[in-house]
């Protein structure tokens, strides 16, 4: 379940089923209008439109638990991690899944991508 609340009274503003079960790490875009969604309880990655709460894209590729997601500074890829010992690169446009880079950690959690894409 995917909430926002306001940080002043603790209200919820908005919320909806993001569809992965219990989330194990959440990501928003530079611009702030999309946020990625992973779960520790599935393979796949969500891509969600804040503003229209629609479901844009969905990233499917690791074989194990995803434990990351992270946005590259610029919106247009995408980086997840899993318990299958790897890290992926996603293209959302057309999506892809890029470049696949083994990793020895099986719950690597935080991912950064550089500004130069690296």
Do not use: C
Not at 34 to 49: E, F, M, P, T, Y
Not at 64 to 70: K, L, S, Y
Not at 72 to 81: F, H, Q
């Amino acid at each position: 379940m995917v909430r926002f609340y306001d940080h002043k009274t603790g209200k919820v503003l908005a919320s909806w089923d993001a569809g992965l079960g219990e989330l194990s790490a959440v990501a928003f875009s530079p611009d702030g209008s999309r946020l990625a969604v992973v779960s520790n309880q599935g393979n796949g990655a969500k891509i969600w439109d804040i503003a229209t709460r629609k479901e844009l894209l969905t990233l499917r590729g690791h074989t194990d638990i995803n434990w990351g997601v992270e946005f590259s500074p610029d919106g247009t890829r995408v980086i997840t991690s899993g318990s299958d010992g790897t890290a992926r690169v996603w293209v959302q446009q057309p999506v892809k899944n890029y470049f696949r880079l083994k990793v020895s950690a099986r719950t690597m959690s935080h991912l950064r991508l550089m500004a130069s894409g690296s």
